[in-house]
């Protein structure tokens, strides 16, 4: 999956740790928009904690609806190789190509050193 460009929406708590929701615009057919969740890290960049695609229909889920099953934590199956074990490699760059995305990486620590 390969970012094609990628927006800071607004902070959250996923799984109750402060995190700064993405919107991801990828060349994914499967998943051509996704939101990924990213939290402050201790070595002062961000952990990647989760990638989540929403399969509601726009015309009709308007108001962004995260309450629903339409939201579907995709972050184990993107990340998955062959021996069912995560591809940190893969899941590294996908991060570094969010983060470096516009000004996602400073809009985050902006936004998340706020949510402290």
Do not use: Y
Request: glycine share 6%.
């Amino acid at each position: 999956m390969q970012v094609v460009e990628a927006h800071v929406r607004r902070a959250v708590r996923w799984g109750g740790i402060p995190c700064g929701e993405v919107e991801v615009t990828t060349d994914e057919a499967g998943a051509p928009v996704v939101l990924a969740f990213f939290s402050l890290s201790k070595d002062n960049d961000f952990d990647l904690q989760a990638i989540v695609r929403n399969d509601a229909d726009t015309e009709t889920d308007w108001f962004d609806n995260n309450m629903h099953q339409a939201f579907q934590d995709m972050t184990v199956d993107v990340f998955q190789n062959v021996n069912m074990k995560t591809d940190w490699g893969a899941r590294e760059s996908f991060k570094e190509q969010v983060l470096s995305s516009g000004k996602v990486r400073e809009e985050l620590k902006r936004l998340l050193e706020k949510a402290d």
